[in-house]
C-alpha cells in the first residue's frame, strides 16, 4: 500500500475508486457524482478538510454552472469517452478556461486557478502568465501520477507540501 502525505492518502485506493467510479458510469451525471464521492471520502476527508471545501453546481456571476469548485481547483465532469476526440477536449478546455476566467474575475488572479477536467481520462487546464496561453495537459489515462496531480491540487487547499510515503 503506497500513501501521500501527512495525512495519510492511500493513494492506490483514490485510483481503483475513481478508476471503478467512471467504469461503472453511463452518463455525466454518474461520473460527477461516484467520482465526487471519491474525492470527497477519500481525499478532502483524508486531508482533514470538511466538505464544505467543495461547492457543487456552483453558479457564476454569468450563469454558467460549475460542477465542482474546490477553492481554486474547478472540476468539469465529462461522459465517458468524451475526451476521446480532440474537438470535444477543445471544446472541454474552452468551457473550463470561461469558468476560471469568470470566477477568478481579473486576469492577475487567472495563475492561481486549475481546471480538471474528469471522464475516463482526466486533463489538467492551468494559465501560463509567461506565454500568455492556456496550457492543456493530457488528456490522461487515470493513473497514479495522474492522480497525484489531482491530490497535489486539493491538498493545495490546505496550502502544505505534498510528501510521497513508500
Not at 24 to 33: H, I
Not at 140 to 149: A, G, S, W
Given at each position: ?58 453558479t457564476l456571476v454569468s450563469g454558467a ?102
Amino acid at each position: 500500500m503506497t500513501q501521500v502525505g501527512v495525512p495519510q492518502i492511500d493513494l492506490d485506493d483514490v485510483l481503483l475508486c475513481i478508476r471503478s467510479s467512471v467504469q461503472k458510469a453511463q452518463s455525466e451525471e454518474d461520473v460527477r457524482v461516484r467520482v465526487s464521492w471519491c474525492i470527497e471520502e477519500k481525499i478532502l476527508k483524508a486531508l482533514g478538510l470538511e466538505r464544505s471545501a467543495g461547492k457543487y453546481e456552483y453558479t457564476l456571476v454569468s450563469g454558467a454552472r460549475v460542477d465542482a469548485l474546490y477553492g481554486h481547483v474547478i472540476i468539469e465532469y465529462k461522459a465517458p469517452g468524451k475526451l476521446s476526440s480532440a474537438r470535444d477536449v477543445a471544446k472541454a478546455k474552452e468551457q473550463v478556461v470561461r469558468y476560471i476566467t469568470e470566477e477568478a474575475g481579473s486576469k492577475s488572479e487567472w495563475p492561481r486557478y486549475l481546471g480538471v477536467i474528469i471522464s475516463d481520462r482526466i486533463a489538467f487546464v492551468k494559465y501560463d502568465p509567461r506565454s500568455g496561453d492556456w496550457i492543456l495537459r493530457g488528456p490522461y489515462d487515470i493513473r497514479r501520477e495522474v492522480v497525484i496531480k489531482l491530490i497535489e491540487a486539493l491538498r493545495g487547499l490546505r496550502r502544505k507540501n505534498l510528501t510521497s510515503i513508500t
